[in-house]
């Protein structure tokens, strides 16, 4: 089974400033999908962006974008002019492309906005 | 308008009693999934549905079955229940396969607490 590390359980950044937040993955797939959640106090799992293997330009939703790294495995998410909004906790997700269609999720990063 | 209704969102029982949460998607997608979110926040995968067939079943105690009456409906059903039962149980859907937008959608949780 693939397996999602996020090495940072807590990370912490004055508003307005950028943080990045780390996730590695281990796969023998070529083909599949990665996702950052939201998870703010209220609990709703809120997709943040995603982005498709195949695909060499890293993906932007306006203050968020990730660094993807295909050959290290490597997928982190930068998070621009931080805002108190932005605090909550951080899921890197992987979905396969093939059978089963099964997301795996890293255990989580716990982002607090200092005003 | 929710996409993917689950009811209740709180749930407070008895050890022993039998419970059931259910799960409710309107965006069409045909693998729904249940996960447990324990404590520490990390996700579990529990079932997997496509097209009311299950496709994934982890390591759960038999106390837990899924139902799955039709493509948009997957409900949890959890006989006797156990102090360490006690988490967030979160119902999410997804389309099958690969392309765009195949990330997982969630329903707001349903917060169990066994006494």
């Known amino acids: 089974a693939q397996t999602v590390t996020q090495s940072q359980p807590e990370m912490s950044v004055q508003e307005a400033e950028t943080v990045t937040l780390s996730c590695t993955y281990d796969t023998s797939e070529s083909d599949y999908y990665l996702f950052w959640y939201k998870q703010p106090p209220s609990r709703q799992m809120i997709l943040v962006i995603r982005?498709?293997?195949?695909?060499?330009q890293n993906a932007t939703e306006n203050r968020f974008s990730v660094n993807f790294q295909k050959a290290a495995k490597s997928f982190s998410l930068k998070i621009s002019d931080s805002q108190l909004g932005d605090a909550a906790m951080y899921f890197c997700?992987?979905?396969?492309?093939?059978?089963?269609?099964?997301?795996?999720f890293g255990t989580g990063t716990s982002l607090t906005v200092i005003p | 308008d929710t996409a993917v209704s689950q009811t209740p969102k709180y749930l407070v029982t008895q050890m022993g009693n039998d419970k059931s949460i259910k799960c409710e998607q309107n965006l069409g997608h045909d693998t729904m999934y249940w996960y447990k979110q324990d404590s520490k926040k990390f996700l579990k995968i529990m079932f997997s549905y496509n097209n009311k067939e299950l496709i994934i079943n982890e390591t759960v105690p038999n106390r837990f079955s899924p139902k799955s009456p039709d493509k948009a409906h997957l409900n949890l059903h959890i006989n006797s229940l156990e102090l360490g039962d006690s988490a967030v149980y979160f119902c999410?859907?997804?389309?099958w396969g690969q392309g765009a937008n195949t990330e997982a959608f969630f329903g707001q949780g349903t917060r169990l607490t066994v006494v």
């Open positions: 997700a992987y979905r396969s492309a093939g059978a089963g269609n099964q997301f795996y």
């Open positions: 982005q498709e293997a195949y695909k060499q």
């Open positions: 999410a859907s997804s389309r």
